[in-house]
């Protein structure tokens, strides 16, 4: 088990991003793809948005719920990190225990072709706390970066500065935590994003309440399946739901 812990922490603080190779031949396309999970501490909204040139990938790789948190699984993907991640959020676990117990956890059913190391996921609580891991065996260039109530990652990517690129555009965006998400994505297709090219996008902000009609924790949930220019529908949409909220609130 020490051994386990000392192996993650080296995924998780030392390795913010690096060059490795996917293996040969994989059952399924992986969820090759760059995302960003967000957090607005004036309104208590957590979120995440996310694009790549896969068929509606916020199907396999957004999870979020009030008053827990946001989880982006992607990569050679487990799309069970993100309930069980919700899970152990829910029960009070740090995010860094989180993504070494999900991690740690996981039997590798298939390492031959859907290696355990080849996954990407991203664990923020509903505090704004954060950790991600990046697997050695993800796609190249696949990296992550941290920042300041934030976290990009990606594979399959231009390079560094898409990740990097993403971080600043939330830090320095002002308004709805939606047009962060946003500006982040368009920052990261700026840098080179997906060297596949674009398909499609989503973004899903959750807060407890927050959404229109009663009980509704969904603030937004936003999807663009097959797109040639996914981010830039995504933004009309934005746009869209953030003209919706300045009429409910007259």
């Known amino acids: 088990m020490r051994r386990l812990a000392a192996c993650l922490a080296l995924f998780l603080v030392v390795r913010p991003g690096g060059a490795q190779t996917a293996p040969p031949t994989l059952p399924w396309p992986p969820v090759a793809t760059f995302s960003i999970l967000g957090y607005d501490p004036e309104t208590g909204e957590v979120g995440a948005a996310v694009q790549s040139r896969v068929f509606s990938v916020g199907n396999g790789v957004l999870w979020a719920e009030a008053g827990v948190g946001v989880v982006a699984t992607q990569a ?6 993100g309930p069980q991640a919700l899970a152990l959020l829910r ?17 590798d059913p298939r390492p031959e072709q859907w290696t355990k190391f080849g996954r990407q996921f991203s ?6 706390e954060v950790a991600t891991y990046t697997g050695p065996k993800a796609s190249t260039w696949a990296g992550h970066k941290i920042g300041k109530f934030c976290s990009a990652q990606g594979n ?17 965006t002002t308004g709805h935590l939606s047009l962060r998400l946003q500006a982040a994505l368009e920052a990261g297709q700026a840098a080179g994003g997906d060297t596949r090219g674009m398909q499609s996008a989503a973004m899903l902000i959750v807060k407890k309440d927050g959404g229109v009609w009663l009980h509704n924790d969904v603030v937004l949930r936003l999807q663009v399946d097959d797109n040639p220019e996914p981010i830039k529908e995504l933004r009309r949409l934005v746009e869209k739901a953030a003209e919706q909220r300045s009429r409910t609130r007259r």
């Open 91 to 107: 029960q009070g676990m740090k995010p860094t225990d989180v993504v070494q117990r999900v991690w740690g956890n996981d039997p």
């Open 123 to 128: 664990v923020m609580n509903a505090q704004g």
């Open 156 to 172: 399959i990517l231009a390079g560094e500065a898409v990740v990097n690129d993403m971080v600043a555009a939330f830090e320095r």
């Open 76 to 81: 050679i993907v487990d799309v069970s990190y």
